[in-house]
């Protein structure tokens, strides 16, 4: 049978998928080894480590500071699978060449050890949300990664209006395209927007929306697509990664009389930066 507790900084897991999306961004499906997942809300996050010793991938840059061999390097991801599964977890990565962890992760193959924490943690999550509200999930690159979870798990289970806004230089950085995209054509509670900022590099023509999501949002983008005015009493906007889309979305809402969400103060905008 399973062990319950596992050993801290065990490599507990093992890689089982790994997606290459584009040169910059993989899609990793984790699965545990002799310890079973603990239950998790969709939008929370948990941690993934590798010691400094592991390689690093070809495409990495020189690492800024020379680690001990030993040290085990841990951050922190958002997780992309459904909570209802119990089998693996999945996560939507980008590489930072210089970092100390991606190049690490990069450099997985199927089969390879990896480490994931076990508590699985975070407020970014639709429970926050009245079930009589619609809700907006916005996310530029790998911030999609919470809102496929939610849309895997019970997100579509609700009566409400679900628009998902999901900002990239390009379309082949735009991950989780096809299943949005198919998820959108099998229910009237989902519009998916997808939109990029550089068609110009595009292979062949782009004809969705090129705007910065918060040009979309100041267009009355949520109107056009889901045929209601967004206010504070209808809706609840969820805006993950870029801090700087994330702070000029927020400036944007607060002027429309939306408020940050926190335990102590509920508000309609919630926002995970990374
Ligand atoms: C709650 C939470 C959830 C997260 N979920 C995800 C996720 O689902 N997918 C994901 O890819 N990342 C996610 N992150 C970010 C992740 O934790 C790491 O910070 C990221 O992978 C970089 O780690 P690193 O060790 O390779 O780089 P580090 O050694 O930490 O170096 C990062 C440095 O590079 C800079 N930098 C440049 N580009 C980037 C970039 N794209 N991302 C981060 N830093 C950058 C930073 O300013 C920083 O100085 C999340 C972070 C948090 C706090």
């Known amino acids: 049978m399973a062990k319950k507790i596992k050993m ?9 998928q790994v997606v290459q999306v584009s040169p910059s961004m993989k899609i990793f499906r984790i699965v545990p080894e002799g310890w079973e997942l603990p239950g998790f809300e969709a939008g929370q996050f948990v941690a993934l480590y590798l010691p400094a010793s592991a390689e690093r991938c070809e495409d990495a840059t020189e ?12 951050k922190a991801y958002s997780i992309a699978s459904s909570s209802k599964n119990k089998e693996f977890i999945e996560f939507y990565i980008t590489l930072v060449r210089s ?26 999550t639709l ?10 999930l916005i996310a530029t690159g790998t911030g999609v990664a919470p809102y496929m979870s939610m849309l ?19 379309s082949w950085d735009l991950g989780y395209s096809s299943e949005l995209t198919l998820l959108e054509s099998i229910t009237d509670k989902l519009k998916y927007v997808p939109t990029i900022t550089n068609p110009d590099k595009e292979p062949s023509k782009w004809n969705g929306k090129t705007q910065f999501i918060q ?18 009493e209808n809706c609840h906007i969820f805006i993950c990664r870029n801090p700087n889309m994330i702070n000029t979305m927020v400036e944007s ?12 103060a509920p508000g309609q905008i919630h926002v995970e930066k990374f």
């Open 8 to 16: 801290k900084n065990e490599l507990n897991c093992r890689v089982s």
């Open 63 to 74: 690492e800024p500071k020379q680690l001990a061999p030993d040290k085990m390097i841990k």
């Open 99 to 124: 970092g100390a962890l991606t190049p690490r992760l990069f450099n997985l193959e199927i089969g390879d050890k990896v480490g994931m924490g076990s508590k699985f943690v975070g407020m970014f």
């Open 127 to 136: 429970d926050q949300v009245p079930d009589d509200k619609n809700v907006v």
């Open 152 to 170: 895997r798990s019970d997100a579509l289970a609700k009566d409400r209006k679900i628009t998902v806004i999901h900002g990239a230089a390009n």
């Open 215 to 232: 040009d979309l949002w100041e267009d009355g983008i949520i109107e056009k697509v889901a045929g209601y005015k967004p206010t504070p």
């Open 253 to 264: 809402l607060e002027k429309d009389g939306f408020t940050e969400h926190s335990k102590r």
